[in-house]
């Protein structure tokens, strides 16, 4: 017996994707895991609302996007974040990552619904729904935020690489080293979905080994660690890690990639019932993947807590210096605790690099509706990364102060982005046009809104204070003031383009319609 369709009025409301080879698509569909129920008749009475009951069989085939997505979240710049905190701050500030990784939980969900709900990412729908000089706007925003997210992430593997090498491998090898592991990606891509979000869970498992390790090495104590998490603090002391805790939670490309690996699963849009079932999944699997990540960098904090909180060397601990400090205070062991800690920074780094190059691939395919073969587009993200990271590790090789200077830039750098990713993706996921039935209510979407300017003003704050110490000169000034004023006027753009997304729309699917016609 034939599935029963939706009357048109409810296949309208799914907003089903169009079938048409003529865009750029973030997977083939050849690429795509099966997931069972998908023109198997399995749901044979017809019923196009009804979802499905649980099963774990589909719970494993749904395993994978949120854990390529909760490696932004175990990047080296959230390390170093993890690290600074525990150093300065102690304890105190374990409440607060606990909530940012739930803030960030909340957005990387939505930008989930919003994949499933359109069968579309946000770099593609960007590209619909905004005129072409805004679109071209947010992609070199999108890019810049990658680039300075790739320059960490490279020079986090390179300093693991020097680590482990005994300091014989210096800076600018290290990058051209990580620099190949756009080529291992390929090949891994070449064997499938599952099998290279099997390397990642791998590189993730050794992570936690690492630092849980670490963990064991240190003891840091117990109660003050649960006092920690669970009771809020905060001092004019600790403000400035407080306010990093947050602001490198919420990574910009992290917002389009998981949009985008969503897409790598293969569900029936035609059907509400199924929609709503791989929601369910991808929830459950994307809270899993986080609470892993926020116990990993709980087990970080923790340790330069325990190692350095209230020492003479707190405020000048960093990635490159990190390892050695731990070895001094700890040593000894089974393994030397700097090599531990090395393993784990290079887990880090490269799986970040990794996913770095994915989420590079989706936001130019998608931005640009570029049909390049995958090895050409990926090798052209590489590019736009290692090139700088070049020069800054040839640059900085022998400066440690000026390596953590340029990582407060960077930083800045991604900061900045951060409104161009949450914007968008609010004003797409609120409205029916876009998401059909799955639109967000107005209790999350007051929620959505909520945490997105407590993020924007948290990461203004960081602007504000770093340039306030920074920018010297009426010249320097004057452009900082300049592109603060474009910077503001394209953000309220975007807002009062968000509201009037609805009239925009009927014209870009009108104008798209025909397109396709032609």
């Not at 910009?252 to 509400?272: G, M, T, Y």
Request: glycine share 8%; charged share 15%.
């Amino acid at each position: 017996m034939a599935p029963q369709e939706p009357p048109e009025q409810q296949r309208l409301l799914l907003n089903c994707p169009p079938d048409t080879d003529e865009e750029e698509s973030a997977y083939d569909k050849t690429e795509k895991v099966h997931i069972v129920g998908v023109g198997e008749g399995d749901d044979d009475d017809g019923d196009w609302d009804k979802t499905p009951p649980f099963s774990w069989k589909k719970m494993w085939l749904f395993t994978g996007p949120g854990f390529l997505m909760s490696i932004a979240f175990l990047d080296p710049g959230n390390l170093e974040g993890d690290l600074q905190s525990g150093a300065i701050a102690g304890y105190s500030l374990l409440w607060l990552l606990l909530w940012a990784t739930a803030m960030g939980l909340l957005v990387q969900l939505l930008s989930a619904r919003l994949g499933v709900a359109t069968g579309r990412h946000l770099a593609e729908l960007c590209r619909e729904e905004y005129p072409k000089w805004a679109r071209l706007l947010l992609w070199v925003m999108a890019e810049l935020a990658l680039i300075g997210s790739d320059i960490q992430e490279v020079i986090g593997s390179a300093i693991a690489i020097k680590i482990l090498s005994n300091n014989v491998i210096p800076l600018w090898a290290g990058v051209t080293i990580t620099a190949c592991d756009c080529f291992v990606f390929l090949f891994l891509e070449n064997y499938g979905v599952r099998k290279l979000e099997a390397v990642f869970a791998v590189l993730i498992a050794i992570m936690a080994l690492s630092f849980a390790w670490m963990f064991g090495e240190t003891k840091p104590s117990g109660v003050e660690l649960l006092l920690g998490v669970l009771i809020p603090k905060l001092s004019s002391k600790t403000i400035q890690q407080a306010v990093g805790v947050v602001g490198c939670i919420i990574m910009p490309h992290n917002v389009f990639l998981h949009s985008a690996l969503v897409q790598s699963r293969e569900i029936d849009h035609r059907k509400i019932g199924r929609l709503r079932e791989a929601l369910k999944y991808y929830s459950i699997e994307s809270t899993a993947a986080l609470a892993i990540s926020f116990v990993i960098n709980l087990f970080v904090t923790t340790v330069f807590a325990k190692a350095f909180y209230g020492t003479y060397v707190a405020n000048s601990i960093g990635l490159v210096n990190a390892g050695q400090y731990l070895q001094e205070k700890f040593g000894g062991g089974l393994f030397p605790i700097l090599y531990i800690w090395g393993v784990g920074l290079l887990a880090a780094g490269q799986s970040s690099t990794i996913t770095g190059t994915y989420a590079g691939q989706f936001i130019m395919g998608g931005f640009l509706n570029l049909r390049l073969k995958k090895w050409l587009r990926a090798l052209i993200t590489r590019s736009f990364a290692i090139v700088p990271t070049m020069i800054v590790a040839l640059a900085f090789d022998t400066s440690e102060a000026q390596l953590d200077v340029l990582n407060e830039w960077l930083n800045v750098l991604q900061s900045v982005q951060i409104p161009f990713a949450l914007i968008p993706l609010l004003f797409l996921v609120s409205k029916e046009e876009v998401m059909g039935v799955l639109k967000i209510g107005t209790v999350l979407k007051m929620v959505s809104w909520l945490v997105a300017g407590l993020v924007i003003v948290i990461n203004g704050y960081l602007l504000v204070e770093f340039f306030s110490s920074e920018v010297n000169g009426w010249l320097f000034g004057a452009v900082v003031s300049g592109f603060t004023v474009a910077y503001g006027a394209f953000i309220i753009y975007l807002i009062i383009h968000g509201v009037n997304l609805p009239n925009w729309l009927a014209f870009a699917r009108t104008k798209r319609a025909i397109n396709i016609g032609n």
